[in-house]
């Protein structure tokens, strides 16, 4: 079985603390203005009963990737472990990879090329973790091999209940969101 990187993010420990945005900055040089990661705050339900869920988000590393699919000349394409990643040097800036994300992940670097996560995959092929769950204070990023029922990825789906964001899209998005309780 191939590895199918993915990561999930308890939302009853994110904090909305900032430090995986400003890690992701750090590592992957991203310029002012920009990111390549972010918190988002969603709430749910009406007074009295009221929810907040907190969450990093970031490209979601689709088994379904529209933004692979569109790209003219395959600068868009997938790499070791289902990771969506853009070869700088291959883009023409079209922006069609942009338009085509469900998720608003992508951004047109000043450079001329389009710039998203790549799940620090420098990082992971020397055996790191990506720079964002490296620096967690609170830990509710984990990050690992959905295809081993032995990871610690794996084991999370399974303990609780997750979600995906637009699972309407139907990208097959590979960062999932541990729910509260």
Same mark, same amino acid.
């Given at each position: ?8 993010? #308890? ?17 992957? #040089?991203? =310029? ?71 998720? #608003? ?9 389009? #710039? ?32 081993? =029922? ?32």
């Amino acid at each position: 079985m191939s590895v199918r990187l993915a990561m999930v993010i #308890d939302t009853a420990l994110c904090v909305g603390c900032s430090d995986c945005v400003v890690a992701c900055k750090t590592e992957n #040089d991203v =310029p002012e203005g920009f990111c390549r990661d972010w918190i988002a705050e969603a709430v749910r339900g009406s007074f009295p009963t009221v929810s907040l869920e907190i969450r990093s988000e970031r490209c979601n590393h689709c088994s379904e990737a529209p933004c692979v699919s569109c790209c003219p000349t395959g600068a868009s394409h997938v790499a070791y472990g289902g990771v969506v990643i853009v070869e700088h040097e291959k883009c023409i800036g079209c922006k069609a990879c942009i338009v085509s994300c469900p998720y #608003d992940a992508r951004f047109s670097h000043p450079e001329g090329y389009a #710039d998203k996560c790549t799940f620090c995959l420098h990082r992971v092929e020397q055996g790191l973790q990506p720079a964002c769950v490296s620096v967690c204070p609170t830990h509710c990023m984990t990050f690992g091999d959905a295809n081993d =029922p032995e990871s610690a990825v794996s084991k999370l789906l399974r303990s609780r209940a997750s979600h995906t964001l637009v699972p309407e899209a139907g990208t097959g998005p590979n960062v999932h969101y541990l729910t509260r309780g």
